[in-house]
């Protein structure tokens, strides 16, 4: 039988250390929209940020001192009330994603990205090498160099 059996993995930490993890992670995926991780903790990351995202979509006193409870970032809490929620108001559930990616060097662990739904990733425009203007000290001490070896 299934009695009181844990749906949530104990990943191998103690309560209070699995607690600030996924604290640490989902206030992450809230800022920053995607979390690069391993695939167990992200499975749970996912799960996580739906039970917070519905709490969001109830915008309460009592739900946002919930979701302090449980993100511990005031700052992230903030944002998912605010900017986040307004993403998600037609959607009744599925709001993040599991995306697996490659091993992690080193111990060969699965690693996955969890992702909100509608997240859009933006291209910095990167410059090339050639692109890149030199800063203007090294341009000037150079030509000081020069300047001294014709003296």
């Known amino acids: 039988m299934r009695h009181a059996k844990k749906k949530t993995g104990k990943l191998n930490m103690k309560s209070g250390h699995r607690e600030s993890v996924f604290a640490n992670l989902l206030s992450d995926l809230i800022k920053n929209g995607r979390v ?3 695939e167990v903790r992200a499975k749970q990351l996912v799960r996580l940020a ?3 995202m519905t709490l969001a979509k109830e915008n309460s006193l009592h739900s946002r001192r919930l979701a302090v409870s ?3 970032d005031k700052a992230a809490v903030a944002k998912l009330f605010s900017e986040v929620v307004k993403q998600y108001e037609q959607r009744k559930g599925g ?3 599991v995306i697996r990616t490659t091993y ?3 111990d060969a662990a699965p ?8 997240f859009q990733v933006v291209e910095d425009s990167k410059e090339t090498k050639s692109q890149k203007s030199k800063p203007e000290k090294k341009i000037k001490k150079k030509e000081e160099k020069k300047k001294s070896d014709k003296k």
């Open 36 to 38: 690069k991780t391993t």
């Open 70 to 72: 449980r993100i511990k």
């Open 95 to 97: 709001y993040a994603r």
């Open 111 to 118: 690693m996955a990205i969890a992702e909100f739904v509608e």
């Open 50 to 52: 739906d039970k917070v």
């Open 104 to 106: 992690r060097r080193g």
